[in-house]
Structure formats: structure tokens, C-alpha cells
């Protein structure tokens, strides 16, 4: 009886968020379209008179555009990789984060790829790589892993969806027809289950190394050609670091976000802030060790055109983003997350702002210092590059686009995955249960 | 088939930029106009940077005509995803204006910084218009664009040579800007005819290929006495 009202309990504050809307919410949805129109309105003007509009250049051919495609791409690591591994260890208080840090995934991946299209020239022929690939280039091989990580996660986001697409489809007051469709006839019989934990279980294992592949190749569209401080051995793992870490401060940003916005206290405790912090803390530390094997070994080749990129970032034009960024992602993740007095939820937030800072700096500073910095025997008197008001107004309308999209997401599905909290409460009772007859014995 | 190169004579180059406007008129290179010059927009299939060394008054300075070098293992081949850059059997470097997609990897990739992005859309104010070469096409916005050696000359001459039934002789290709060049440092020719005036120059002690050490196999060559990297000082006036 009790378990049967803890239930109840579970099931009507999850649904809650998707049933009422709140009048503020849809100031925050109006205000977000009008960022994305914005940027819809400045892209058109850029679509009419070409990339002129932007702030790029010769030297610097790849710019803002190209540097959120990196950042966004990073994000995504967040959802997948995290719910995946904590899956596979069966860490029991992932159960009511893994949606959210997956939902996150999508999202970013979405808002990334989206890059391409005013990135390039042409947008109009964004088809050509598929059709006629050269296999060569380590955009195709983006291609090729990106469009597997979207299927793939798009995928592991909607089977432990199905569970709950079959109680929308028995409580929900609007769209029957949707979860009716959605959820795939599910009744919850055990025959169903145990397909269902098959078919997790396997894209758990799967996503993992697609994932990292996604942001090896991603790395290897700069770490593949001769410019120098892009040509780097480490760079496929070094990005692979960075998507994580960023990708953690994401979802713990997103958390606190929704514990507030949809009253989600319940289930996003202070001691999932508090696990994701220390996750956070070891990727800060793996991040420095990384920036420092990379920066050092070019410090010491002394090869001198790249001890010019170097320069421009220790103390030349790039110094103030460069050190920035070492502060964001290092020294003050550090500070607030080694001791368990400030690993609150307001101290992890605020590491978390700062990590993402950092991130978007360090990609930031990867992709203009070196193509700012070609080789000195032939380069063109270019200038340095700065950003154009089309570049950040697009900027501004993906970080809009993807914040919306995750608004209409927990308009349609629970943020939390009902059937697995459930699962886990019924385990904890369980243990509870089995923990006092084993005191009596 | 020859194997097209370039050999640049640095010490009789005195940077007078006629091969960058001979190479403009005859490529159809639109000018980019002194406020998008100024922001790093210039499209200059042929450039002349300076080398600055020393100081005063004990300056030397050195012109370097810079263009695409045609490299045998090229960088900017292969990172493009869609073919639209590719090595014909000439050994040109060439870009398919209509495949590509714009990108812009190929320039990111080029160690020569030698590739030009089309930013806007290339105009030609009046009466400049009329100066368009019909032989070359005009790109349009959202492109990559640069050197071909001049194809359309190569071409011509190649269609000279079969009409009077005989093989394409040394000289009888003169790309734009070796034909403008008055210290006539430039020259142009087969690097497979061990006889031609370009295949002897490469093999010169004063020859010297750049960025040799990438392994990207440049096929044109600088020819000078003592060393012309200076300092880098101010850059090509656009």
C-alpha cells in the first residue's frame, strides 16, 4: 500500500511539468524567439550577401560559427557518455539524471550540426557530401560519425522513453495520439522489460565508443592538416576530455535549472550535484594535464612558427581569452569543488558557468590562434579576427534554440524517467526490507 | 606529359607588382575595395609580400612573388569532402568552381596561405567591366578560388601546337605574370624537359623550393644569393 501511494506520489510530480504550464514560462519561450528570430533575420542577410557580412578573413577563414560547432559538439558528450557509463556501472543514483544529461545530448548535437549551414559558403549544397563523399577529408569522416552519434542517441534517448510514452498515453489529457504511437504498444509485461533492458543495455555499450569517436574526428579537422599547434597527436583525446568536462557542467547547470523551474527538488538531490562535482573536478585536473602536454612539448620544440601561435596565446593577442580561460576551467573549478563544505548546488552551478566559459574560450582560442598565425614565410597581412554582429547574433540564437527545445521537450515528456525512479525506490524498499529480516536473523 | 612548374628569380624581382595586376586582368580577379582590403578580403592570385631585414641603414629588402605553388602532395586536396580541389595529370593544382562548397579547408590547410575565399559577391565598378577576360570564368559568391597557372593559356597552346602538328615547345606557355614581368624573374615551363629554361633554373645551386621541409612538393621554385627570410616586416600593399 505504502509503495503503491510512493508510486503515485512519484508518478503525479513528474507529470505535473508536462500537464501545467506556467504563465512565466511562456515569457521565457517569447523571449527566446525573439533571439532565434533575430538571428533568423541576420542569417537571411548573410545568406543574401555572403559570408562578407561575418567577421572572417584571410588568415582566419574559420571563425565563430566553426568554433560553436566544436563547443556544441562537446555538449553532447554530456548526455550520452555520462547516462552510458553510469549505466554500465550501475550507479544507482544516476536513475533520475540520465534523461535530462541525454536529452542534453540531442539537443547540442542538433545545435551543433546546425553550424554547418551558415558556416559554409554555398549552404545551399549541404547535400553534396553525402552524395559524393571524398573519403579522404576529415570533414566526411564528421559526417560519418556525427550522423551515427544523432541516430544513436536520438535512439538511446527513446527507449527508456517508452515506458513512460505508455503512461502519457494512459493519463495524459491531450495528444493520446502521439504516445499512443510512441510507445510502441508497451504494457509493461516482463517479456517486455527484458527486451527493453536487452536493447538498453546494448546501445549503452554502443554509444560509447561512437561517442568518442564523434569529437576524435571533430579534433582531426584541425589535427590532420600542417597548421601549426592544430598538428597534434593529442588533440583526439585532449577534445575528447574537454567534451566531457563541458558536457558535465551542462547538465549540471541544466539540473539546477529544472529542480527550480519544474520543482524537481525530489529527484535531483544535492548528491547527484555533489557526485557530477567531483566528476567535474577529475576531468578539470585531466584537462589541465592535457593543456599543459600540449603547450609545453611546443614551448620546448621552440619550432618557430609554432612559438608564435604559442606566444600569441601566453602573452600576445590571445592572453587575455587564454588565461581566462585557464581561471574557468581550472582554478576555480578547483577551488569551489575540492572541498565538500562549497560542493553545494550553488557552488557546483558556479563552477559548472565557469567550465562553460572556459570550453567555449578554449575552442575559441584553438581554432583562431593557429589559423590567425599561419606560416610566417608567407603570411599575408590579414589582421586578427573579430566576431561580426551576424556571428554573435547567431551565436546567441542557438544557445536560444537549444534552451527552447528543451523547454518544448519537457512540455511533451518527463524529465525524469518515471519507470526507473520507480524501479529504484522499489530496489531501495527492497534492500530495506531484506536489510531488516537479515538484522532479525 | 609535362609536369608544369615556375622558377622566381628573387634577385631580380624589385616588387614593382606588375604580375599581380597582369594576373588580375587576365583571371578576372575582382578588386576588393580598400574598406574589405583593409578587413583581409583582397583576392590576389598573385601577391608580393616583403621580407624586411636589418635595420637602419643597413636594410635589405626582398620582393617575394607569392603564388599557389602547385604541390605535388598538396594539403588542400585532400581535406576538401567534396573533390571540388584535385591534382590533374599536369601536376596543376586545380578547383572546381562549381563543386565547391565552401568550406574554406583547403584554405585553412594551405601552409601558403594562397587561397581566396570569395566573401561576397566579386563586382567590377564601371568601365572596369569591360576589362573581363572571356577566356576565364567569373566565380560568384561563397567559393574558393586561386592560381590555376594560367589553364586557359596552357590550353591555347596546347590547341596552337596540335594545329601545326608538332609538340608544345618550350616558351610557348607564358602565364600572365611572367609574360608582365619586365626583370623578367619569372619563368615558366615543363620540369619534366630536362632541356627547358625552367627544369635548368630548379636545378640551379641558387634554387630552392618553399616550405620544402612540409613534404608537400612545391613546383615552384625561388632562386636567390644568401638567405631572403628576414624578418617579417610589412606586409604585400594591397
Not at chain 1, 19 to 36: C, D, G
Not at chain 1, 346 to 361: F, H, K, N, Y
Not at chain 1, 374 to 403: K, N, W
Amino acid at each position: 500500500m505504502e509503495a503503491l501511494d510512493r508510486n503515485q506520489a512519484i508518478e503525479d510530480s513528474l507529470l505535473r511539468p508536462v500537464f501545467q504550464t506556467s504563465r512565466k514560462l511562456w515569457v521565457v519561450v517569447a523571449m527566446l524567439l525573439a533571439v532565434i528570430a533575430y538571428g533568423g533575420f541576420q542569417w537571411a542577410h548573410q545568406l543574401k550577401e555572403g559570408l562578407i557580412v561575418a567577421g572572417m578573413n584571410q588568415p582566419v577563414y574559420w571563425g565563430l560559427y566553426l568554433t560553436n560547432y566544436v563547443f556544441f559538439i562537446g555538449i553532447s558528450h554530456a548526455g550520452t557518455l555520462i547516462s552510458a557509463i553510469l549505466r554500465l556501472t550501475d550507479a544507482e543514483w544516476r536513475r533520475p539524471i540520465t534523461r535530462a544529461a541525454e536529452a542534453i545530448t540531442v539537443f547540442a548535437l542538433l545545435m551543433g550540426t546546425s553550424n554547418v549551414l551558415w558556416h559554409l559558403g554555398r549552404p545551399e549544397l549541404i547535400y553534396i557530401p553525402m552524395l559524393h563523399p571524398q573519403p579522404l577529408s576529415p570533414l566526411i569522416w564528421d559526417v560519418a560519425c556525427i550522423s551515427v552519434y544523432l541516430m544513436g542517441s536520438i535512439t538511446y534517448l527513446y527507449l527508456p522513453l517508452i515506458p513512460d510514452l505508455a503512461l502519457l498515453r494512459d493519463r495524459s489529457p491531450r495528444l493520446r495520439w502521439l504516445y499512443r504511437w510512441l510507445s510502441l504498444g508497451w504494457q509493461g509485461t516482463p517479456k517486455q522489460h527484458k527486451l527493453l533492458d536487452r536493447a538498453i543495455g546494448f546501445m549503452a555499450v554502443a554509444i560509447i565508443p561512437i561517442a568518442v569517436s564523434v569529437h576524435t574526428v571533430v579534433s582531426w579537422v584541425f589535427a590532420m592538416t600542417l597548421v601549426p599547434m592544430w598538428h597534434s597527436a593529442i588533440f583526439g583525446p585532449y577534445f575528447v576530455v574537454g567534451a566531457i568536462f563541458s558536457g558535465i557542467a551542462a547538465l549540471l547547470i541544466a539540473m539546477a535549472i529544472l529542480r527550480k523551474a519544474f520543482h524537481l527538488e525530489p529527484f535531483f538531490r544535492p548528491i547527484h550535484f555533489n557526485n557530477l562535482g567531483l566528476l567535474m573536478l577529475t576531468m578539470a585536473c585531466l584537462w589541465l594535464y592535457f593543456t599543459f602536454a600540449e603547450h609545453m612539448t611546443v614551448w620546448y620544440g621552440n619550432e618557430p612558427d609554432e612559438v608564435a601561435v604559442l606566444t600569441s596565446r601566453l602573452s600576445g593577442a590571445f592572453s587575455t581569452p587564454f588565461w581566462t580561460m585557464i581561471t574557468c576551467c581550472f582554478v576555480i573549478p578547483l577551488c569551489i569543488l575540492s572541498f565538500k563544505r562549497t560542493r553545494t548546488i550553488i557552488g557546483t552551478v558556479i563552477a559548472s558557468c565557469a567550465v562553460l566559459i572556459g570550453m567555449w574560450l578554449e575552442r575559441f582560442i584553438i581554432v583562431i590562434s593557429s589559423a590567425s598565425y599561419p606560416r610566417s614565410e608567407f603570411m599575408h597581412d590579414g589582421g586578427l579576427y573579430s566576431p561580426a554582429l551576424v556571428e554573435i547574433a547567431l551565436t546567441a540564437a542557438q544557445f536560444a534554440c537549444f534552451a527552447l527545445l528543451y523547454i518544448v521537450f519537457a512540455k511533451l515528456f518527463p524529465l525524469v524517467s518515471i519507470w526507473e525512479v520507480k524501479e529504484g525506490d522499489q530496489t531501495e524498499l527492497e534492500a530495506e526490507l531484506t536489510g531488516t529480516v537479515e538484522a532479525r536473523l | 606529359m609535362p609536369t608544369w612548374g615556375m622558377a622566381i628569380d628573387l634577385d631580380r624581382c624589385n616588387g614593382c607588382e606588375a604580375c599581380v595586376v597582369a594576373c588580375r586582368t587576365e583571371n578576372n580577379v575582382a578588386p576588393a575595395g580598400p574598406e574589405q582590403a583593409a578587413l583581409g578580403r583582397t583576392v590576389e592570385w598573385m601577391r608580393v609580400e616583403r621580407h624586411v631585414k636589418g635595420e637602419f641603414p643597413n636594410v635589405r629588402t626582398r620582393f617575394v612573388p607569392v603564388l599557389c605553388v602547385h604541390c605535388d602532395d598538396a594539403p588542400c586536396v585532400s581535406v576538401c569532402p567534396v573533390s571540388a580541389t584535385y591534382e590533374n595529370p599536369e601536376g596543376l593544382n586545380a578547383q572546381i568552381h562549381p563543386r565547391c562548397i565552401g568550406t574554406r579547408a583547403c584554405a585553412q590547410a594551405c601552409p601558403y596561405t594562397v587561397r581566396y575565399f570569395n566573401w561576397g559577391t566579386p563586382k567590377w565598378d564601371a568601365p572596369l567591366e569591360q576589362t573581363i577576360n572571356p577566356d576565364v570564368a567569373v566565380r560568384w559568391k561563397g567559393i574558393m578560388e586561386k592560381c590555376t597557372f594560367c589553364v586557359q593559356r596552357i590550353r591555347r597552346a596546347k590547341d596552337n601546337a596540335r594545329e601545326d602538328d608538332r609538340p608544345i615547345a618550350d616558351g610557348d606557355v607564358q602565364p600572365a605574370c611572367a609574360q608582365a614581368c619586365s626583370a623578367e624573374a619569372i619563368v615558366f615551363g615543363d620540369l619534366d624537359d630536362p632541356e627547358s629554361a625552367v627544369s635548368k633554373l630548379s636545378e640551379s645551386a641558387r634554387a630552392e623550393r618553399p616550405l620544402e621541409e612540409l613534404g608537400t612538393g612545391p613546383r615552384v621554385f625561388y632562386l636567390k644569393e644568401g638567405d631572403w627570410r628576414g624578418s617579417v616586416g610589412p606586409q604585400s600593399s594591397d
